[in-house]
């Protein structure tokens, strides 16, 4: 059996007493789709930000790969192939649409901190940003600053960032937190486009995204994960469905 | 002696982008790099040919005192501007950098066998080596951190001037002589217009650098950090490295103009070290405008003509320097720069001929109250601080007695008039600026 892309063992945060993740071992396969859903205040997020290394675990190791990531800091694991967005949206306002994709660019193309390349005099990294707002789909909002599109846009720019540096393991955190009916569809469909082939692992909270995206659902509850598995396994695990799935049916209705 | 002021202006509007990058223009620069020279050719047309404007040495002294403002504030922008970080201590690298090329100076064997042209290139690496010391754990963190540690370190160097005598002088400051470096095609140095020249390509050569920089994917990083620096991370970019890089080049370049300033004055004191000239150049910047490039060259401008005319009229120059910097802070966040470019989606429309009208409406008596306004500060400040008996005073080339009313009430009644058509005519003002900023309709 391959390496799975990533792998979690026996990982744990304690902020004081309060336990949010309470040992998880996880293991996420090359070019597999996979959701964790719960409750709210299961520790979705934490985990995430866990694994991206925005806060240190109290115990358990997080593996990209096969390599151990404790100690690194995020973006010498975003170097090791890692890429994220955020819950709430996290971009660079000021800056134009085009300029945000093309920063995601720079590492990847192997730019790092040089001040002997002039960037707009590169070929290659032009077409590469513009490659990516083609494909979602801001190519006519290239020269505007991304702190003025609306609310939908700023979600698919923050996808196109995320994804832009080539990363194989994409992490996204509710891409579709907040959004409409038709936005969501136009999100979902964007994110099993661009992530065509790589590792997914997302958070989410609407069920018909997960339903729709995911080869492998994790249900996490008080900072454990109760069931993994296919979505159907995962729909009919009454345990699943005492502890959350049949609460949110219920609210659904 | 406003010249400069609307030459540089009118030499740079299209430079809008470097820290708030459009790249509509900049593909138009790929295309056409006249458009893209042009700003550099005329500016250094006007360097060339303003000695021959302005020809006494004290004008000379005034620009060049201009020129290392303008390299200063570039360099400090470098920071405030394109990194987001907020230095209350930068006046240690110009003065360290100054006092290297000082120092140098007073090597005679050593000196002697230099051209004095690249003697700023010494001051630049001092400035970059302290900038890389203090860098090393300053840059951690942008924001408060940042501005205490700059402002502690700022002090710590300023209080060892009186400390470390062997380097900085002690209170006498270190002296030295330009002229005897090796002679540069024959040029010693001896005339003020010769160091004009000197400066004047060093202002070029830096600026063009700094702008340079910004284009540079360290530089274009320095603003995603600015924006976002956590984003910046999950970019694979290391904010503080992208923030000590920035501080190191800004250090380069604020060493190059202590090292000019050394060749200009032939002398440096702690004056050149103490948090009063960090907090100058900071005005300096934030007055011309953060947000684009060029913003802090005409901070630089505008107010070393305030610092050097001004003061030669009223001994409240500062009171007025001040009074702009707050109202650029309040009314005008962008700076002057900021004002300007505000003005480029106006010309776009071609509306920028229905904005005369109410500018003249609104503007003039504006300045004319503003003007009353100073008339009353200065005769209060004669009538409190003048010696007992010196009744007489002359404002705007009117002498009166400042004991008498008739002076106060017409001044008074100047500043209220004017103050108050600006404030009658200001919502018309308001009102075309808006039509102005509207495609299409009207006209």
Not at chain 2, 152 to 175: K, P
Request: glycine fraction near 10%; charge should be negative; aromatic fraction near 10%.
């Amino acid at each position: 059996m391959s390496v799975p892309a990533l792998e979690l063992n026996g990982l744990k945060k304690n902020f004081g007493k309060a336990e949010i993740i309470r040992g998880i071992d996880l293991s996420i396969g090359k070019a597999e789709r996979h959701a964790i859903i719960g409750p709210n205040g299961a520790g979705k997020s934490t985990l995430f930000n866990l694994i991206t290394a925005r806060f240190p675990p109290s115990a358990g190791t997080v593996k990209l790969h096969g390599e151990d990531l404790t100690g690194l800091q995020p973006f010498e694991i975003n170097r090791r192939g890692l890429s994220r967005s955020f819950q709430i949206t996290n971009i660079f306002p000021k800056m134009t649409v085009f300029e945000n994709v093309r920063c995601a660019l720079l590492w990847a193309q192997g730019y790092k901190y040089s001040f002997w390349n002039f960037v707009n005099r590169s070929r290659k990294l032009t077409e590469g940003t513009e490659a990516i707002l083609e494909q979602i789909n801001l190519a006519n909002r290239r020269d505007l600053p991304a702190g003025t599109l609306s609310y939908a846009e700023q979600r698919a720019l923050e996808i196109g960032i995320t994804i832009a540096g080539g990363a194989n393991v994409i992490m996204l955190d509710e891409p579709t937190a907040g959004m409409s009916h038709s936005e969501t569809d136009y999100i979902t469909d964007l994110i099993l486009k661009v992530t065509e082939g790589k590792t997914l692992i997302m958070v989410e909270h609407d069920m018909g995204v997960v339903f729709g995206l995911a080869d492998r659902i994790s249900v996490l509850v008080y900072g454990e994960i109760i069931a993994t598995g296919a979505p159907e396994a995962v729909r009919a695990d009454p345990k699943v469905q005492e502890a959350y799935l049949g609460a949110a049916l219920e609210a659904e209705h | 002696m406003i010249d400069p002021v609307t030459d540089v202006k009118g030499a740079r509007p299209d430079e809008q982008i470097t820290t708030n990058p459009a790249d509509a223009s900049q593909r138009m620069r790929m295309q056409t790099p006249m458009i893209a020279v042009a700003p550099w050719v005329i500016a250094i047309l006007v360097l060339l040919f303003l000695p021959l404007v302005f020809t006494n040495n004290s004008a000379l002294t005034i620009m060049n005192q201009m020129s290392i403002t303008i390299i200063f504030a570039l360099a400090y922008n470098m920071l405030l501007g394109q990194a987001g970080m907020l230095s209350f201590g930068h006046a240690v690298y110009a003065g360290v950098g100054g006092f290297a090329c000082m120092h140098i100076m007073n090597m005679t064997d050593f000196f002697a066998s230099i051209p004095l042209v690249i003697l700023p290139i010494f001051g630049g690496l001092f400035g970059m080596g302290l900038a890389m010391i203090v860098g090393s754990f300053s840059t951690r963190s942008a924001g408060t951190v940042f501005a205490m540690i700059s402002l502690g370190v700022g002090e710590l160097i300023a209080a060892s001037s009186v400390i470390i005598v062997a380097f900085f002088g002690g209170e006498e400051g270190v002296s030295g002589d330009r002229t005897y470096a090796q002679p540069f095609f024959g040029v010693e140095f001896l005339q003020q217009i010769e160091v004009y020249y000197l400066t004047a390509a060093w202002v070029i050569v830096s600026a063009l650098l700094m702008f340079l920089w910004s284009r540079t994917p360290v530089g274009r990083m320095a603003n995603a950090v600015r924006d976002n620096p956590e984003r910046a991370e999950f970019l694979g970019y290391s904010s503080r490295w992208v923030r000590f890089y920035s501080f190191v080049a800004s250090g380069f370049f604020a060493g190059i103009a202590g090292g000019l300033f050394a060749i200009n004055y032939e002398i440096l004191t702690e004056e050149n070290l103490n948090t009063t000239s960090s907090g100058v150049i900071l005005l300096v910047t934030f007055l011309g405008g953060v947000g684009f490039f060029f913003g802090p060259i005409i901070g630089a401008v505008v107010f070393t003509l305030v610092q050097t005319v001004l003061s030669l009229q009223t001994e409240l120059w500062a009171f007025y320097a001040g009074s702009l910097f707050l109202a650029t802070v309040m009314f005008f966040p962008g700076g002057l720069a900021g004002l300007l470019m505000m003005h480029v989606p106006v010309f776009k429309l071609g509306k920028a001929g229905h904005l005369v009208m109410p500018y003249i409406k609104t503007l003039i008596p504006a300045a004319i109250g503003v003007l009353g306004l100073a008339a009353l500060v200065e005769m209060t400040f004669h009538y409190r601080h003048a010696a007992t008996g010196d009744n007489e005073m002359t404002v705007f080339w009117t002498t009166f007695d400042s004991h008498t009313l008739l002076p106060w009430l017409i001044a008074g009644a100047i500043t209220i008039i004017g103050l108050g058509i600006a404030r009658a005519t200001a919502p018309d003002l308001k009102e075309a600026w808006n039509e102005a900023n509207t495609a299409g309709g009207g006209a």
